[in-house]
Structure formats: structure tokens, C-alpha cells
């Protein structure tokens, strides 16, 4: 019996040891998992930290722009307004001289005008006037068709408003008459029809 005893003791002692190694196993491993989940929550903690001063710098970076932007717009609006003072002050000049000499009137006017016109040309804008021109319905606006012996059909006979341009975008159409062709013309075509 001592040989069955000592071979259960053995086993017994074999046991032991394997469980002993198994929780020590798992000991290990569950202190490997924590140290991990540990490590992964400071990480976590840190991109959050990464997250939240980056929003806060993006958040920043948009508000000083747009304060850039409307500090812009406002120098430009200055700046523009300063040139305008310049074409009043050339009119309080035309009407201060028009009191003393009546023919100055004209030519303060004209000055006044071409100054204006200067302006406009500076910053882009430019004139659209299209006398003895052929008619564009993207650039024209017809208010009216008459016939003319002297231009041919689809002409502008006369701008009666000028139109402008803002770097090759339309910001008014010119107010035109544009010709039906020759009052003849208009005539033998009315006839054609009525047959």
C-alpha cells in the first residue's frame, strides 16, 4: 500500500504543482492584461488631451481668420471710400468754381466724370456701350425694336443705359433699341406672311 500511497502522493504532489503553475499562469496573464488596459487608458487620456487642444487651436485659427478676413474687408472698404472722397472733392471744387465763371460748370462736370470713370476702370469695372454693335441678350437688354434704313437687323440703334462689367461678370445689362432691319425689309416680310 505504500507504493499505491506514495504514487498517489506523487500525482497529488503533481497536481499541486500544476495548479500552482496555472494560477501562477493566469496570475501573470491577468497582470499582463492590466498593465495593458492600464497603458491603453493613459493612451486614451493622452489623445484625448491631443484632441481637445487640437479643437480648441482649430476653433481659435477659424476665429482669428475670420477677424483677419473682416479686418480686410473693412481696409478695402477704406481704402475704396477714400478714392470716392477724391471724386467728391473734385465736385465741391467744379461747384465752388461754377459761382464765380458759369462755363466751368461743364467742364468740372466733365472732369468729375472722367475721374469716376477712372475709378471704376482701376478696380475692374468696365463700360458696356453698344452703339452700331450687333445685339447680345447676354450683354443687352432690349427694350425696344424699331425699324432703321441705316442698320442692319439685330443692331443696337442706341443705348439708352449703359451696362457694366466686374471682372468679366455681368453686374447690369446696357438698356438698348435695336434696329428690325430696313422699314421695307419689315414691309415685303409682313406681306409674305399675310399670304
Known sequence: ???????????KDTNEKQEKHQKQKRSSKKELLEKELDELKEQLKESEDKY???HAEFDNYQKRVLKEIETAKESMKRSLINEFLVVLDSMEKALAASKEHKDSIIEGIELTMK???????RHGVEEVNPDKEQFDPDLHDALMVQPSDDLPKDTVMQTLQKGYIYKD???RPAKVIVSSGAAQENKNIDNEKED
Do not use: A, G, N, Y
Open 169 to 171: 461678370k455681368l453686374i
Open 52 to 54: 481637445l487642444r487640437l
Open 1 to 11: 500500500m505504500e507504493e499505491k500511497e506514495v504514487k498517489e502522493t506523487k500525482e
Open 115 to 121: 475721374s469716376f470713370k477712372d475709378l471704376l476702370k
